[in-house]
């Protein structure tokens, strides 16, 4: 088997079109149980999405019921002036306030009146992340700009993030107090052709770093936990480095991941191949191997998805696939390439595909299914608001499902 996406040029290409573009139905016949060994994956794995998530561990997981019943609430548009750009994704900071992430721009949007309060320009080749409160982070000229949403369009102080440029894309942000955490992905440029990561760890002001490490080459979308633990995975080895910059160097031969995410349990859930079979596998963060099982893809769509109870969720082309405890317990069908999921309490996965929005339970099957009337597309992973309401984005409008 071959993986396409990591080494040469295809993961280039995506990173460079990242950074200067900017993306109720019969439960029984969509639904399939898996109880047998799950056979060695034979075909071409790639991997397509960037990080616009803004839980640094990526595994997508929010500790919070779903209580929605899959009926439209409400929809509203978001851009009635015409600005650039394409939703990403929505950040929910409480029941009024929301943030949308459309790459070129994001907007400041008034839930409770269902109203857009305006937009602000921000770098294409980053991605907002929420601080406490409604307070969020946003790159606009490459500067790191910690900013309120009630002043969202306000002058604020802004933060040097080194390696930050046109060639260049923020893959990576744990944004704490009095510091924040970074990993830059260099593309490489005319002068310096060569691509390269660096993680760090920096004062928000000044332009001294506290400690750094660089990877030659383009590495794994890189995690970080919430004790600012990241782990970056390069070839067939892991970096785990710690908050005060201790770095433990892991050799996983001849395992090389694709893709990972740090799980609420605090274990690292990677894909990636080993003797030409496609396989997920967990371990920790010291590098002792729990559990790993054969994983059929051909595309994944986001790291994968881990909830509380250890139910891995690969969301790929044309399925989304449940392990757990190395055994495979259902797989889903999706049609859309641009599907997105998010796991929540009680062993509930909410999937977008295509105009579709479906609720899954602990079998894979569909709890409730809501449909666009209208045929939009949803393209922003599932958020939850404090009511437990589902908030999904289309190219024109927000939609609230409850």
């Known amino acids: 088997m071959f993986i396409r996406g990591i080494k ?3 993961i280039i290409a995506a990173l460079l079109l990242f950074a200067t573009s900017c993306r109720s139905g019969n439960q029984s016949d969509r639904t399939t149980t898996d109880t047998r060994s799950t056979k060695e994956a034979k075909m071409t794995m790639t991997i397509r999405y960037g990080q616009p998530y803004a839980n640094p561990q990526l595994n997508s997981y929010v500790d919070a019921p ?3 019943a899959g009926r439209l609430g409400w929809k509203a548009p978001f851009n009635p002036s015409g600005a650039p750009g394409s939703p990403r994704d929505l950040y929910v900071l409480d029941d009024t306030r929301a943030l949308l992430d459309a790459g070129e721009v994001f907007f400041a949007f008034g839930l409770s009146d269902r109203k857009v309060v305006g937009f602000r320009r921000k770098s294409n080749n980053a991605f907002l992340a929420l601080g406490d409160g409604t307070k969020f982070y946003f790159v606009d000229g490459y500067q790191l ?3 309120d949403f009630e002043r969202y369009n306000e002058r604020a102080e802004d933060y040097f993030v080194p390696g930050l440029g046109q060639y260049s894309i923020l893959s990576s942000l744990f944004a704490d107090a009095e510091t924040f955490i970074a990993g830059v ?3 490489g440029n005319p002068g310096v052709p060569t691509p390269a990561f660096e993680v760090y760890e ?4 000044g332009t001294a770093r506290r400690w750094s490490f660089e990877f030659p080459g383009t590495v794994v979308m890189s995690p970080i936990d919430g004790s600012g633990t990241a782990v970056v995975a390069h070839g067939a080895a892991l970096a785990v480095i710690d908050r005060r910059g201790a770095r433990t160097d892991i050799d996983i031969k001849p395992f090389e991941p694709v893709s990972c995410s740090i799980g609420p349990d605090g274990l690292l859930y990677m894909v990636g191949t080993a003797a030409a079979k496609t396989l997920l596998r967990v371990c920790t963060l010291k590098g002792e191997t729990k559990w790993e099982v054969p994983a059929a893809t051909s595309e994944l769509l986001q790291p994968p998805v881990v909830d509380a109870d250890g139910v891995v969720y690969m969301v790929a082309s044309g399925n989304v696939t449940a392990f757990q405890k190395g055994k495979r317990l259902w797989v889903y069908p999706v049609s859309s390439p641009d599907a997105r999921a998010s796991a929540f309490r009680d062993f509930r996965l909410v999937v977008t595909d295509g105009a579709r929005v479906v609720c899954l339970d602990e079998s894979g099957r569909a709890v409730w299914t809501y449909e666009d ?3 939009e597309s949803f393209l ?3 958020v939850l608001d404090p009511a437990g309401r589902v908030l999904v984005v289309s ?6 499902i409850e």
């Open 395 to 400: 190219a024109k409008s927000i939609v609230v």
């Open 373 to 375: 009337k209208g045929g």
């Open 202 to 205: 920096k004062l928000y002001r």
């Open 380 to 382: 922003t992973q599932p």
């Open 66 to 68: 779903v209580k929605a």
């Open 185 to 187: 992905q260099g593309l």
């Open 8 to 10: 040469g040029q295809s």
């Open 145 to 147: 700009i910690r900013q």
